[in-house]
């Protein structure tokens, strides 16, 4: 596996399972109906920030069905100004793909990138309480709970459920 920038060509490939994912309103803050462009300007965030792509690198680069994009992540300050030396991420993970160390790899990808960048910290704002294969593998890579807002998400089967803010020092 191979994580590299974005590139304009990778957008038709994250496109699709970042729309099943938003659509499915389990995970994700976003509007269930957002269109492409939101969803693009959403995702691909400018500098200082950046989006990356989790790539199978065994596979064929001409694969223009998406199959070598595994997953996708995006990491830019947490917040403006005094706040800006908190960074955060997001990250997706084709459901086509998971069970296969995308999301740990891509998480201790923004920790590097972060570090790299000199903030000295990552914060989580928004995880879902039940997205429990997420929290524990925040938890595995040193996030801990700072608390839990209380029915934040409307989950789709679960109704109202806390949302997570996880934190780690860097």
Known sequence: MLIR???ADDWSAIWPFLHRIVAAGETYTYDRDVSEEQARRLWLVPPPGQTVV???DNADDNDD???NVLGTAKMYPNQGGPGAH???ASFMVDPRHTGRGVGRALGGHTL???RAEGYRAMQFNAVVETNVGAVALWRSLGFEVLATVPEAFNHPQ???VGL???HRRL
């Open 164 to 166: 997570h803010i996880m």
């Open 65 to 67: 069905d998406g199959r």
């Open 5 to 7: 920038r974005v590139t």
């Open 158 to 160: 679960h109704g109202y």
């Open 112 to 114: 590097d990138w972060a």
């Open 54 to 56: 989790a790539v199978d």
């Open 86 to 88: 908190v960074a955060s």
